[in-house]
T-cell receptor, first 110, second 115 residues
Framework: RKEVEQDPGPFNVPEGATVAFNCTYS??????FFWYRQDCRKEPKLLMS???SGNEDGRFTAQLNRASQYISLLIRDSKLSDSATYLC???????????FGTGTRLKVLA | GAVVSQHPSRVICKSGTSVKIECRSL??????MFWYRQFPKKSLMLMAT?????????EQGVEKDKFLINHASLTLSTLTVTSAHPEDSSFYIC???????????FGPGTRLLVL
């Protein structure tokens, strides 16, 4: 089983739609969780950290469920510019190493 | 956010040559730097972790004699791909974090093509 698993997609959604991605992780000792965005042929950029209480940043909402070991990202009112690959990232317990999921590709269609 | 640069952004070389990639933290002191590689449509795979002034820790399956990492200062780490072969062609990305930082900041990546 992979340490961090994501549905690779692609998710093709119309502009204005709401879309949600899930990510599961296998190490229950994982301490920190992030969503990164990666555009084609570019480096990953931090979208948001994910906290146990859940957190929201504009149209983006992230949730963490430690009991079920998954995190989610919700994007409301999708824009064309949201088209990218969204990477789920988990930091293992006791280290600063990031474990990346394979990413979920989102295409927002006009 | 913090800024990390990488140089060169892309390099094409002949098989058998060595290629050095630099990673710099421009506005903070990076106590730890990480080197990743990414194949097309695949996820980032951590190659090694380097702490300033000490030897890098390599992930399983990564040859330390093939991928030489030096982290001689708090703002610079280098990755040298020795005797590069076509299968080493990939996107190499570094990231850095400061001692008080939770987050890793990524460089823009280096595209290596070995002919």
């Amino acid at each position: 089983r992979k340490e961090v698993e994501q549905d690779p997609g692609p998710f093709n959604v119309p502009e204005g739609a709401t879309v949600a991605f899930n990510c599961t992780y296998s190490n229950s000792a994982s301490q920190s969780f992030f969503w990164y965005r990666q555009d084609c042929r570019k480096e990953p950029k931090l979208l948001m950290s994910v906290y146990s209480s859940g957190n929201e940043d504009g149209r983006f909402t992230a949730q963490l469920n430690r009991a079920s070991q998954y995190i989610s990202l919700l994007i409301r009112d999708s824009k064309l510019s949201d088209s990218a690959t969204y990477l789920c990232v988990v930091r293992g317990g006791g280290t600063y190493k990031y474990i990346f999921g394979t990413g979920t590709r989102l295409k927002v269609l006009a | 956010g913090a800024v990390v640069s990488q140089h060169p952004s892309r390099v094409i070389c002949k098989s058998g040559t060595s290629v050095k990639i630099e990673c710099r933290s421009l506005d903070f002191q990076a106590t730890t730097m990480f080197w990743y590689r990414q194949f097309p449509k695949k996820s980032l795979m951590l190659m090694a972790t380097s702490n300033e002034g000490s030897k890098a820790t390599y992930e399983q399956g990564v040859e330390k004699d093939k991928f030489l990492i030096n982290h001689a200062s708090l703002t610079l780490s280098t990755l040298t791909v020795t005797s590069a072969h076509p299968e080493d062609s990939s996107f190499y990305i570094c990231s850095a974090r400061g001692s008080s930082q939770e987050t890793q900041y990524f460089g823009p990546g280096t595209r290596l093509l070995v002919l």
